[in-house]
């Protein structure tokens, strides 16, 4: 049996899934049921200091279902931060910790463009004994237009300034969340981690429009007959979100033939997430905890016991004895499609000689058919 714990910026976790932030992690209830189905942490849904600004609609959410089959592979969300007085979350915040002592409860947290709100709500949160902090710089609807989320991840300045406010006023681990909707994901991490951020998350969904009534000729989900483009997750992004991963991870920790930038800091990865495999293929590209939030609306929140049962196959078949064992194996095998070409050109050839019989490398050589050999390798012979 592998050792599934991860210590990951000081943080002990029994193992490394983490409730990505949303509805999974809403409320006390469902963050007591998370570690009770033991979750190796949770990020509470993303908080901010005034609620009243945050106004839901229904319905907010639009699934894709595989063609023929029940499936759901894709998953559309308009909803907003958390809708819930801060002085609530604040009292939730202190009972989860009381009843929970021993657990990693992580805080999202979003505020407008203004040092005293980061710093007033970090500090505020960071009273109620919350272990971490998670920035959201990356909910795509809705706050942007107010300056948050999505519009502040895009701003790699603005975000290199809001993380050095943060880690000003806290000395927790801190964990930039980045928006996908960017071009090069790379350079506003780098900005975050420029201004002290401990780690990166990624990815936040990706902005989308799911799709237009045939009947009512109404974009989806239609709210008093209109839309608004929302948040795509669920399986159908996880190859975006491997890909954004691995490129995270090369700039952070190096490939093997580069040296890592960041080196030191903490990566976590997010996006379809739904089983243990899925997590080893994350940590495989560098991630050290893996976080999920769809994949608990569809499975709930005994999908923890399961995918700690895979990956543990997973390691068993491979012989890793824990995380670390093969965390970022797989960066080194990501090369330049140039030198795709030039290996298979290389290995053609060599299949080439080799079915003409002729000894490409000297651990070839045979005794019994040594002068044979040799002569295969003449070229100017009209023996
Ligand atoms: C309904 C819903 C609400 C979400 N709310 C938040 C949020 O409040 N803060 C945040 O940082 N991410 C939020 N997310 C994004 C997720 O944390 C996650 O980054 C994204 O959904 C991709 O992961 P997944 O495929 O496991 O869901 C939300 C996602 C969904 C589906």
């Not at 989320?149 to 809001?162: C, I, K, R, S, T």
């Amino acid at each position: 049996m592998a050792d599934l714990s991860v210590v990951v910026d000081g943080l002990k976790m029994p193992n490394p899934f983490v409730i990505g932030s949303g509805p999974p992690g809403t409320n006390a209830n469902v963050i007591g049921k998370a570690f009770d189905e033991n979750w190796g942490a949770v990020i509470c849904k993303t908080v901010s200091l005034d609620a009243s600004k945050v106004v839901n609609v229904a319905p907010r959410y639009a699934r894709m279902r595989a063609t023929g089959t029940k499936e759901v592979i894709g998953w559309q969300n308009i909803e907003l931060i958390s809708d819930r007085d801060f002085s609530v979350w604040e009292d939730e915040f202190k009972k989860i910790k009381d009843k929970y002592p021993d657990r990693v409860l992580i805080a999202s947290v979003m505020e407008e463009c203004n040092k005293d709100a980061w710093v007033e709500l970090v500090q505020r949160c960071q009273a109620c004994g919350v272990d971490a902090f998670e920035l959201n710089f990356s909910c795509p609807h809705g706050m942007p237009e107010r300056k948050m989320g999505a519009a502040m991840g895009q701003d790699p300045e603005l975000l290199e300034e809001v993380c050095s406010w943060v880690k000003g006023a806290t000395p927790l681990p801190v964990w930039a969340k980045m928006t996908p909707n960017i071009t090069h994901i790379v350079d506003p991490a780098r900005a975050a981690l420029k201004g002290g951020a401990t780690g990166i998350a990624a990815i936040n969904t990706i902005l989308s429009v799911m799709g237009v009534n045939l009947d009512s000729l109404r974009p989806e989900p239609t709210v008093e007959g209109y839309s608004v483009p929302g948040g795509y997750s669920c399986k159908a992004v996880r190859p975006i979100a491997l890909r954004m991963v691995m490129e995270l991870a090369t700039m952070m920790y190096g490939d093997g033939t580069t040296d890592g930038e960041y080196k030191d800091r903490s990566l976590s990865a997010i996006g379809g997430v739904e089983s243990g495999e899925d997590a080893a293929q994350f940590i495989l590209l560098g991630a050290s905890t893996v976080q999920v939030c769809t994949g608990v609306m569809i499975h709930g929140y005994k999908l923890a016991g399961r995918m700690c049962d895979e990956l543990n196959a997973f390691m068993d078949k491979h012989g890793f004895a824990n995380i670390e064992d093969f965390r970022g194996h797989s960066l080194q095998y990501f090369t330049s499609h140039a030198d795709l070409v030039r290996r298979q050109i290389e290995a053609k050839a060599a299949k080439k000689a080799e079915k003409a019989g002729m000894v490409t490398k000297d651990t070839a050589w045979e005794g019994d058919k040594f002068v044979e050999q040799s002569n295969k390798l003449v070229s100017n012979d009209d023996d």
